[in-house]
């Protein structure tokens, strides 16, 4: 598996490309902005077929998804149903950055796992929010992040929700997981175990 970090757009939101060498397939997780950008850097694959995945409906997340499904002939973008609704909602802007919706957006359907990712149901930053999980690379979007996690003031954001996600699933996992987060750093599950404070109860 080879994985390359893009940050992309005016929140510097992560953009992730991971190839698989066994299915020669090119994963896109959350195509966000600057969608040329990402289109050249994704040309640089050897790949025979690639997929776009979400991990949640948010605009700073999805604003390429239109055209890099263009420009790479994919037909429907995978996103868990919970938000299917929010992803072609008109009020899914974040004025003055992405003061529009998506225009002609490729068609959501839900996750199907293969070989190469299982999917985490991880609602809380949105009802629908998903974590990707390729081995021991986790993609957990903006439920989680170094040190923090994702805020829920937002439309479908939901405080227990996000609670629940932190600790039954993500802590969860094994310590070594990878954890690449919507925005900023890499981090592991270990690391947050021990220095999240939304995690292990210091947050005041």
Request: one cysteine or more; aromatic letters at 10%; hydrophobic letters at 30%.
């Amino acid at each position: 598996m080879k994985i390359k970090t893009l940050e992309v757009g005016p929140f510097g939101t992560n953009c992730y490309l991971v190839f698989s060498e066994n299915t020669k397939t090119l994963y896109i997780i959350d195509p966000g902005d600057d969608g040329e950008f990402i289109c050249r850097e994704a040309e640089k694959f050897d790949y025979e077929k690639v997929e776009i995945l979400l991990t949640h409906f948010h605009i700073d997340h999805i604003n390429a998804v239109g055209y890099c499904a263009g420009k790479l002939g994919v037909d429907y973008v995978r996103l868990r149903t919970p938000d299917h609704n929010y992803y072609t909602s008109p009020e899914n802007c974040l004025p003055p950055y992405f003061p529009e919706p998506l225009k002609n957006p490729p068609v959501p359907r839900e996750y199907e796992e293969n070989q190469d990712f299982k999917v985490l149901a991880l609602p809380g930053h949105t009802p629908g929010g998903a974590g990707i999980l390729f081995g021991k690379d986790l993609f957990c979007g903006d439920t989680l992040f170094l040190n923090s996690c994702g805020r829920t003031d937002l439309p479908g954001g939901d405080d227990k929700e996000i609670t629940r996600s932190l600790l039954d699933v993500l802590m969860a996992l094994p310590d070594e997981t990878r954890a690449y987060c919507g925005h900023g750093p890499v981090t592991t599950i270990g690391a947050e175990r021990r220095n999240n404070p939304y995690i292990n109860g210091t947050y005041l």
